[in-house]
């Protein structure tokens, strides 16, 4: 499915490790970030459980909804 490609992509580049890298990236681009290091390395797990949650999670079914119809 493609919501599991996605979290998977997610998991890869927001890994936590990767955060500096990024930083890094964004310096060279000239893309200044308003926020610390702690936050960027909050918002960068917080991307990382997301994607988790999206790769791992079953497909939602709403049978009650066909049921009904």
């Known amino acids: ?15 936590p490790i990767n955060g500096p890298l990024i930083r890094m990236i964004l310096s060279e ?3 200044q970030m308003p ?4 936050y960027f390395f909050a918002l960068c797990i917080l991307i ?4 988790g949650f999206m790769t791992f999670t079953p497909k939602l079914k709403f049978e009650s909804i066909n049921k009904s119809l």
């Open 48 to 51: 990382f459980v997301i994607g």
């Open 35 to 38: 926020i610390g290091d702690f």
């Open 1 to 15: 499915m493609i919501r599991q490609r996605v979290g998977i992509l997610l998991m890869i580049i927001f890994l």
């Open 29 to 31: 681009l000239n893309i």
